[in-house]
């Protein structure tokens, strides 16, 4: 059976895309940008220069070349803080369907602390912001906030690039745990890969072709504008960590639907998911688990027809810090469908750390039914503080002739990049 959408992309790499909290850090600890430590707010710019030289390992030309200029501004008060970020990029190896100079605003979000109006534990957040559910070590069933950016999913390398949407978020903390709500007002926002791109899947292309050749006609509907939305909820034990969530949004990847005559219509479907999560520690260990049901998940059968499915996800997983700066990673994972067939495999990733730290080398990998697999070689090097360069190369293929492997198998890359701070 083809599953071309709901779920497709968790199989397809070994981890997720973490969003790093922009507030973790002491604004007044040596801050030479903010105001003095008397002051009731503080703030910081940062910018950095990112360059990646990413070529095809089976083609000549170069997969991209890009230059990118990122910028990202706080401002915290003792009662709210303001996240800016946005980035400028310039790519000399687009081509037709992409353009070479692209200005970028990533996220502009607010947080409002509501203790000081006498609500304790109640943080609220409102914009355009990346929010990552779950710890995402390998696959998750959780992370379902933010769509894939098919653009070019693999923009972070071993870990799917996921796009920020306009959302509203409440989380409420006290002794019972922490309860999170979000709503998405107008939906997950969607960028789906031009009409001959690398990372268009090959389902898409084929209709686009057929479209643009007049064989059919095909309209695309990618965000819905249709309002999505979860709650989450977390309690931290010592030795033990407990989630329930529930999600009802529409999935990444568009579906094919028959129209009448020769119409065609390219749109994502709804589904609901729902699923618990644990972690048990044992010494330098972890033990992790989900579980999680997702009603009316779309399956085309083998001619082609739409139709749903439940599906029910487990995965298992292990991770241990081993002496010598060993980090280990194992997940297994299965996706039983009601009426398709099932998919099953397993994640993993295996780094080690040098010379204090400044050097992490390591491997990630992914193993399905079908031959699917992806396999990234890294190294990474903190020449200083502000200077950071990496070396990488990525192979992904196999599947179904239909399936986001199978569309990718040509796209296997060798990198070289650096970050620069200033």
């Known amino acids: 059976m083809k599953k071309l959408c709901l779920l497709v992309w968790a199989l397809l790499l070994s981890g997720t895309a973490h969003a790093e909290d922009p507030f973790s850090f002491d604004l007044t600890d040596g801050s030479e940008d903010g105001e003095d430590s008397t002051s009731s707010y503080n703030f910081r710019f940062t910018n950095s220069i990112e360059a990646r030289m990413r070529k095809f390992i089976r083609h000549d030309d170069f997969l991209s070349s890009r230059l990118r200029l990122n910028s990202s501004f706080l401002y915290e008060t003792e009662w709210s803080s303001l996240y800016v970020n946005g980035f400028f990029d310039y790519d000399e190896s687009v081509r037709k369907y992409d353009r070479r100079f692209r200005a970028t605003l990533y996220e502009l979000y607010a947080k409002i602390n509501g203790s000081s109006a006498g ?4 943080v609220v957040s409102l914009g355009k912001m990346r929010l990552s559910w779950g710890v995402n070590d390998g696959r998750s069933t959780v992370d379902m906030i933010n769509a894939t950016y098919m653009k070019d999913p ?3 390398g071993r870990t799917v690039f996921k796009w920020p949407a306009w959302l509203a978020r409440v989380e409420q903390s006290s002794a019972l745990g922490n309860l999170e709500g979000v709503l998405l007002p107008f939906g997950k926002d969607r960028q789906m890969a031009e009409y001959g791109s690398p990372w268009e899947p090959e389902y898409v292309h084929n209709l686009r072709s057929m479209a643009d050749s007049g064989q059919l006609s095909l309209t695309e509907h990618m965000n819905p504008r249709k309002v999505e939305w979860g709650v989450r909820y977390v ?9 329930a969530s529930y999600y009802s949004g529409f999935s990444d990847l568009p579906c094919v639907k028959y129209r009448g005559g020769n119409m065609f219509l390219l749109e994502p479907v709804r589904s609901r998911t729902a699923g618990v999560n644990g972690a048990m520690s044992l010494g330098s260990s972890t033990l992790r688990a989900e579980l999680s049901m ?12 739409l139709y749903y499915s439940d599906l ?17 990673n194992f997940q297994f994972f299965s996706d039983h469908y009601l009426h398709a067939e099932d998919d099953f495999g397993m994640t993993a990733s295996l780094s080690q750390k040098y010379f204090n730290d400044s050097l992490n080398a390591g491997v990630n990998a992914l193993w399905g039914r079908g031959r699917e697999h ?3 070689v890294y190294s990474e090097y903190a020449v200083s503080d502000s200077l950071t360069v990496s070396l990488r190369g990525f192979w992904i293929g196999g599947g179904s002739s239909s399936s986001i492997y199978r569309s990718y198998d040509g796209n296997d890359y060798a990198e070289f990049g650096f970050k620069y701070y200033f």
């Open 235 to 243: 309690k931290y034990m010592t030795g033990f960590d407990f989630g």
């Open 312 to 328: 029910h996800q487990v995965i298992v997983g292990w991770d241990r810090n081993f002496d010598f700066d060993i980090y280990a």
């Open 294 to 305: 997702t009603a009316d998940a779309p399956v085309y059968d083998r001619s082609g027809g």
């Open 119 to 122: 609500m304790n534990g109640t």
């Open 154 to 156: 693999l923009a972070n």
């Open 374 to 376: 992806t396999l990234e």
